[in-house]
């Protein structure tokens, strides 16, 4: 197949490289539009969920056409890439937020948080995320991360009755805001080291060992890492993580530790492997260290959760720590692995998620794990479900958890971090002490709190997404194949190709 | 490669796919009895059907090679590759045509034997399952296919003797076959690391090439492969020292005896042997081993045969019995004998195996027609069955002769040739003339106790009950139908591989050359004058007419005494009839130690006391008193987490910047 060639020096070809971008973000305005006249009756919010919807679908579209057609830039990327990774992470975000937008369709209406304005904030949101996986500056990565972060603080307090919601947010924002100085910090440093802010020119420039080894550059990676350590929620920047995802609406909390940690994640990896490939010495012990605090204490600290979606909350931080381990790596093979890993946990956790707000009322966080003695009897599918989520979180064989967690190990044994492997194993077995007694309470304990069980509703949109979710991890826990080559193929674009002529300044 | 061997695969697919749609119908319509019959039937004769046109094609192929039709990649990993892949080859041709054949018989068979039970869609499951499995086992091109079928075929094996589990007796024989094959099994895998470290992979052609340059002939390696390889075979095969689970497993459904136990999966052992006969070459003392241990099971279950009173316990013996023949066969290097044994027991055996249970299948009606619970298997109940049942009486009588080595029968000629090549091998060393010998007093045994069989079964007065004898009928055409055809093959089955002496001899020799060439080319050659040949011709002419003539002279079937009136057996007969105390012995030495070392010591004391204890719950414990401590540090407040993330980021960027 021939490449599709295009020149993001000229407006029309800088459209069609953003055309996911442009039209999430002409989707984000129309809607906004309409709802400020239509917002009063829930007949209006269904409508503004379906548009969002139907706006994700487009622009998941445009990203597959995009990808197939094999889009290449004709020169260096300069703000934006067009390649495999940032179609894969596209993808991944897109199916996170489509998965956000069908559960917060029920649940919304069933929690009486009518506000369509909602829906617009998960799509600026998903702006920000796209431009994170697809950066090829560090300015573009800036301003993806905070398009991402504002609309986020707004969605973690949406619920604007609810005080837990509301603390949530503001600890969020306060700490968010902290973080952000940290990253932006960093990106000053970085210029001020190589002079440059294009990710593949800061590689070029780090040719020269002399700029390697300057600690300007070492404090503005360690500053980047800090910064991306907070979005990702890894130890010890993790704090605000349980009570965010505690208080927010139970799909915003699937969307943020699906999608927006991901998001997160391919903004590190992107800066990390292409960017800073020749400096791992700057960064790898410290992202090293970060993967095992994180792995040790989001594991340690989930066991001693007795309601759910707390002990979901620090599953997502023991998340963070498996995926830091890919990008301790620092390999394209790790970055590979990232990819699978994040679309095994995307579907994983909103799986999860979506039983969760199926079963819970009133944002599900007081519902404790014994809640669910019982629940197979009378609800089957929906325990079976969530069997296969934990199963996959917990890194089963035949769920593709188990085929993501194979992949992060082979990408660190092979790239000599034998160690941290060892790690990982290690963290998993302790992850089994508190995803396998959720299976136990459904299967095999008697039923205690029946009206748990008959209260659990899931609408159209929820039933879709845990089918899905299940039958996906089943599928690519015993047939990965097809998966795993496009995971490969997209990582391995990661590295900076050998000679690039005309280097900007 | 002649095109239609490419289609192998659907001979495989065929009884799996019977499996499925009987699978499927005994959990959601297990009434419709038709449609599993013309299921289960119709996919083994389909695969039949194929198997003949894949053997024509083979015969016109005239190939010295294998053909090996690989499906896809199983195992890639590092330098071990696995493919699921096939062999189709004179060897596997002829079990092919065994296992399809004989299966197919045996299936008929079974629409009428099983026609009132409940299970009848489950049983034909089972048995397609059985079949497939049965197939990968002998068409599997390297030792993982082979062990996939090699364990499949266990597991049918384990399902189908405790198919009637409501009985725990049946149950737990299931479980005594699966247990001891696990022995054998635990050989066969460590036989199989040895070869892939020694050859570097476990396909059978890479395997067989490399085996003359990698191993010294004799050597410790594989003279160790060898013996576990033959250890697999033992637990499989029912040889000494596994052998106690088959006399068990008659627990099943009668054509199941004769399907698995006797015409097929037990063969499986001699089928190993046969295809890895290289490897066996090279390893003489092996070779020795696994003669020594054919001889001595064939005469050891012949002497537990002669007491038996359950008719199915008598053939199982047998079977385990002339099992020993054919690894006496295959063990002093005659593969083409052995398999040549292998074949006509197939007809015979599973002849006798569902001859007998036209028996029980007639008794079982009658006692349950007059609501008396006596045993249906005993032949102390039985007698004079010729009179209603002259179609079984009569088949029964040819296969009797055709074991017994009836001058003319199939088995005279097989079992013949099998001591023939070992007294040949005397020449080389004095223990095959011992073999022989050992092998001849067994054959012997064989014919009085076959003979006798037939005495308390069909002559002599009738001991079944008054009432019961107006209920004994013939079998349907169903049942009686394969035990004619089967009859006929165990006639005329010795045409298969007659005697040098006799013109037209040799054919199935002839056609496993291709197979043995390998083999025999390390072993010496061995040759027997046409003397000789026509003296060990008459010997066992003159073993089988006294066998059978001693049987009938001190045998009176008019003074047994039915099951519930007969006195307690005392001294050698009581010996005989306990089956010479193996189990007890097994129970007292082996089993009852494990059983306390596992309850007392490891369960107990090691797994509750210490494992469970610290290292389990006690981990659990830490981990979860860690978990509480790190959630007390989330406070809540703004200013705790500010303080521990400004922290974290001076730790971090001190490291970051310290390299």
């Known amino acids: 197949m021939t490449p599709m060639l295009i020149d993001l020096s000229a407006p029309a070809g800088i459209t069609l490289a953003l055309l996911p971008e442009i039209v999430l973000t002409g989707w984000a305005l129309i809607l906004l539009l309409v709802i400020g006249w239509r917002h009063g009756d829930p007949d209006h919010h269904r409508w503004a969920g379906g548009f969002t919807l139907v706006g994700l679908l487009v622009a998941l579209g445009t990203v597959l056409w995009l990808w197939r057609a094999g889009a290449t830039p004709d020169g260096l990327p300069l703000m934006i890439a067009l390649d495999g990774f940032r179609w894969a992470t596209a993808a991944i975000f897109l199916i996170g937020g489509i998965a956000a937008v069908l559960l917060a369709q029920g649940y919304l209406g069933r929690e009486r948080i009518l506000v369509p304005e909602f829906y617009a904030l998960v799509l600026f949101a998903m702006v920000g995320m796209l431009l994170m996986g697809g950066a090829a500056d560090l300015i573009v990565v800036f301003l993806g991360l905070e398009l991402m972060s504002l609309s986020v603080y707004v969605l973690a307090g949406i619920k604007r009755r609810s005080p837990q919601s509301a603390e949530a947010a503001l600890k969020y924002f306060l700490l968010g805001a902290f973080a952000s100085g940290f990253l932006l910090y960093g990106i000053a440093l970085l210029y001020g080291a190589t002079g440059t802010t294009n990710l593949q020119a800061i590689a070029l420039q780090l040719a020269d060992s002399e700029i390697v080894g300057r600690p300007m550059l070492a404090l503005g990676a360690g500053m980047l890492l800090v910064g991306f350590g907070f979005k990702v929620s890894a130890v010890p920047f993790h704090m605000w993580a349980p009570d965010v995802y505690d208080g927010a609406p139970t799909p915003v909390t699937a969307y943020m530790a699906a999608a927006v940690k991901a998001a997160g994640f391919a903004a590190l990896v992107r800066v990390a492997l292409t960017a800073l490939g020749d400096a791992t010495a700057a960064w790898q012990t410290t992202v090293w260290w970060l993967a095992v605090l994180t792995m040790v204490v989001g594991n340690l600290v989930a066991l001693a959760q007795r309601r759910l979606k707390r002990m979901l909350a620090y599953s997502s931080i023991a998340h963070a720590g498996y995926l830091l381990v890919a990008v301790a790596a620092a390999t394209t093979q790790g970055g590979s692995a990232f990819l699978f890993y994040a679309f095994a946990y995307t579907l994983m956790t909103v799986g999860a998620f979506a039983v969760l707000a199926a079963v819970g009322r009133d944002g599900e966080s007081d519902l404790l794990i014994d809640d669910f003695n019982g629940l197979a009897e009378r609800r089957p599918w929906l325990s079976f479900a969530l069997a296969v989520f934990m199963l996959s979180l917990l890194g089963f064989p035949g769920t593709a958890g188990f085929i993501g967690k194979w992949l992060i190990l082979a990408a660190a044994v092979d790239a000599g971090q034998a160690t941290l492997a060892v790690m990982v194993v290690g963290a998993s077995v302790l992850s089994a002490g508190y995803y396998l007694p959720v299976i136990m309470a459904m299967y095999m304990k008697p039923s205690e709190r029946a009206e748990v069980a008959e209260g659990a509703r899931l609408a159209r949109g929820g039933r879709l997404v845990v089918a899905a979710a299940a039958v996906v991890l089943l599928l690519f826990g015993v047939w990965p194949n097809r998966a795993l080559d496009v995971a490969r193929d997209s990582g391995r674009q990661l590295a900076v190709p050998g000679v690039i002529i005309g280097l900007p300044r | ?659």
């Open chain 2, 1 to 659: 490669m002649p095109p239609v061997i490419e289609w192998v695969w659907l001979v495989v697919a065929l009884p799996l796919a019977g499996f499925a749609a009987n699978g499927l119908l005994s959990l959601v319509q297990p009434s419709a009895k038709r449609a599993v019959s013309a299921i289960g039937v119709g996919t083994v004769a389909a695969a039949f059907v194929v198997t003949l046109a894949i053997v024509r094609g083979l015969a016109g192929a005239h190939a010295s090679d294998p053909f090996v039709v690989t499906l896809w990649q199983w195992i890639p990993l590092g330098d071990l590759r696995v493919a699921v892949a096939f062999q189709v080859d004179q060897l596997s041709a002829v079990m092919l045509l065994v296992v399809t054949g004989v299966g197919l018989l045996i299936h008929v068979f079974s629409v009428g034997y099983m026609r009132a039970d409940d299970g009848y869609a489950r049983y034909f499951a089972y048995l397609n399952l059985f079949v497939f499995f049965m197939l990968v086992l002998v068409l599997g091109a390297n030792f993982p296919i082979l062990f996939v079928g090699w364990e499949g075929v266990g597991l049918c094996s384990y399902l189908l003797i405790g198919f009637w589990f409501d009985v725990k007796a049946n149950a737990d024989a299931g479980k005594k076959a699966f247990l001891m094959n696990r022995i054998g099994d635990a050989g066969f895998l460590i036989a199989m690391f040895f070869i892939f470290q020694a050859t570097g992979s476990l396909a059978f052609d890479e395997v067989f090439a490399r085996a003359p340059r990698v191993f010294a002939i004799g050597g410790p390696t594989i003279t160790a492969i060898a013996l576990f390889l033959f250890l697999g075979c033992t637990g499989k095969s029912a040889q000494i020292p596994l052998y106690t689970w088959l006399p068990d497993a008659m627990a099943g459904p009668t054509p199941v005896s004769a399907l698995i136990h006797a015409a097929t999966m037990v063969t499986a052992g001699v089928y190993l042997i046969a295809r890895t006969n290289v490897l066996f070459a090279m390893a003489p003392i092996a070779g020795a081993v696994v003669a020594t241990v054919g001889a001595v099971t064939a005469l050891w279950a012949a002497t537990i045969a002669l007491k038996q009173w359950d008719i199915k316990k008598v053939l199982a013996y047998s079977t385990v019995s002339q099992l020993g023949y054919m690894f006496l066969g295959v063990g002093v290097g005659a593969i083409a004998s052995g398999m040549f044994h292998l074949v006509t027991h197939a007809f015979f055996k599973a002849l006798l195996f569902l001859g007998a249970g036209s028996v029980i299948h007639a008794l079982h009606h009658a006692y349950h027609a007059t609501h008396r619970h006596e045993d249906a298997q005993d032949m102390r109940n039985m007698g004079g069955l010729r009179r209603w049942m002259p179609w079984t009486a009569s088949v029964m009588w040819l296969a009797t002769l055709a074991i017994a080595g009836v001058p003319g029968f199939s088995g005279f000629f097989s079992k013949d040739e099998v001591l023939a090549m070992t007294f040949a091998k005397g020449h080389e060393h004095v223990l095959f003339y011992g073999l022989w010998a050992v092998g001849a007093v067994a054959a012997l045994l064989t014919a009085f106790y076959m003979t006798r069989l037939m005495l308390y079964t069909f002559h002599g007065p009738n001991r079944t009950g008054a009432a019961e004898q107006g209920h004994v009928h013939e079998a349907p055409w169903v049942m009686t139908g394969p035990l004619v055809i089967l009859a006929a093959l165990s006639v005329v089955g010795g045409v298969l591989n007659l005697p040098e002496v006799l013109p037209q001899s040799g054919w199935l020799h002839h056609w496993l050359e291709p197979v043995t060439a390998a083999g025999d080319f390390f072993r010496p050659d061995t040759h027997l004058s046409h003397g000789t040949e026509w003296a060990l011709l008459g010997l066992a002419t003159v073993i089988a007419g006294l066998g059978i003539a001693a049987a009938w002279r001190f045998l009176t079937p008019a003074d047994l005494k039915p099951a519930a009136e007969a006195p307690a057996e005392t001294g050698l007969q009581k010996l005989l009839l306990r089956k010479w105390y193996v189990d007890e012995i097994y129970d007292t030495l082996i089993v009852r130690p494990l059983v306390w070392l596992s309850d007392v010591v490891l369960w107990r004391r090691v797994d509750a006391g210490a494992i469970d204890s610290v290292g389990v719950n006690g981990s659990a414990r830490v981990a979860r008193g860690l978990g509480v401590i790190g959630s007390w540090l989330q406070t809540g407040h703004v200013g705790t987490y500010v303080f521990f993330f400004v922290v974290g980021a001076l730790l971090l960027l001190r490291a970051a910047t310290r390299f």
